[in-house]
């Protein structure tokens, strides 16, 4: 199977190095993106947003032959529902990273805006929550991987129009949530619990993790998603 990566925020391809080689002794063809304008300057990266994002990854799944799994992590999330509303019949499942298939209309999050660009924030800007698993060695290791992005990819509204992606089939590799925990939060938060909810196949499976599994516990990512994409 062709697998899509793609990373959330401040993340590139490389965000991706530990689970690719478990990926590929599975059998599977692995594109890792790195999505435009990461690490650009404002002057080159100010007319970017989410569209593009998307429409990078739709060229992706259109130079392949056949239908791909799509792999969103965080902020990847939306551009992979993004593919999937583009291109549903050439999705064969979207797996989602610690993150949520989003509504029509909306975004990823706000953060803060410094020269034209969104740059990484630095680990201890996140809660507890998410980051309580990256150790020291972690942190140091992975805050130089990072690059700024777009100032609009993160505010910009998703576009979402065709109703067919309710049909690709979809996991949410949850990092603290199992199916049960997922749908009591989820169902808080309209209209979020609508978008799921009209998805006719979707699973969710505990992680076990924080927000950034592929850092932090990169072998047993690497396991859910192959189990994702033999269903």
């Known amino acids: 199977m062709d697998i899509i990566l793609i990373p959330g925020l401040w993340l590139d391809a490389s965000s991706w190095d530990e689970v690719i080689p478990g990926l590929e002794a599975a059998g599977h063809r692995v594109y890792p993106l790195t999505m435009p304008g990461v690490g650009a300057p404002a002057s080159e990266s100010a007319d970017i947003g989410i569209a593009d994002w998307v429409d990078a990854a739709v060229q992706v799944v259109d130079s392949l032959p056949d239908s791909c799994v799509v792999v969103g992590h965080s902020g990847g999330g939306n551009v992979a529902w993004g593919v999937a509303d583009a291109r549903p019949d050439r999705v064969a499942r979207v797996v989602f990273v610690d993150t ?109 993790s924080a927000h950034w599994p592929q850092f932090s516990v990169p072998s047993r990512l690497t396991e859910l998603l192959n189990a994702a994409v033999a269903h």
Request: proline share 13%; hydrophobic share 40%.
């Open 100 to 208: 949520v298939p989003p509504p029509p209309g909306f975004d990823i999050s706000e953060f803060p805006v410094h020269d034209g660009v969104v740059p990484f924030p630095g680990w201890d800007h996140f809660p507890d929550e998410d980051v309580h698993d990256l150790d020291r060695e972690t942190r140091e290791r992975t805050a130089p991987l990072t690059s700024s992005v777009p100032a609009r990819v993160p505010t910009d509204p998703i576009a979402l129009e065709n109703r067919a992606r309710y049909d690709v089939p979809v996991t949410l590799l949850m990092g603290r949530l199992d199916q049960d925990a997922f749908t009591a939060e989820i169902d808080q938060w309209e209209p979020f619990a609508a978008e799921f909810h009209a998805i006719s196949d979707a699973e969710v499976v505990r992680i076990g």
